[in-house]
């Protein structure tokens, strides 16, 4: 696969994308990291490209607007 855009992928293909680049979210510290997963389901559904969602992400984390809270394993998004 060359392109990650929407219009190059299907909603399998974005599935898979998005699952290899997070990698296991189930073995983390008890599904914590699923919050990760849910952050990029607009690009999964063909909505927003997930260069976008990362932009928007590493926006609020470098300003503090917004951000996740603490929790007893990570973040909560």
């Not at 927003?48 to 394993?73: L, T």
């Amino acid at each position: 696969m060359n392109s990650i855009l929407i219009k190059d992928t299907t909603k399998e293909q974005r599935e898979q994308i998005v699952a290899e680049s997070i990698g296991n979210i189930n073995g983390g510290c008890d599904g914590c990291m699923s919050g990760l997963a849910d952050m990029y389901q607009d690009y999964i559904d063909g909505k927003r490209e997930i260069r976008d969602i990362n932009m928007e992400f590493r926006a609020r984390y470098e300003s503090g607007i917004e951000g996740p809270e603490k929790a007893e394993c990570g973040y909560k998004l």
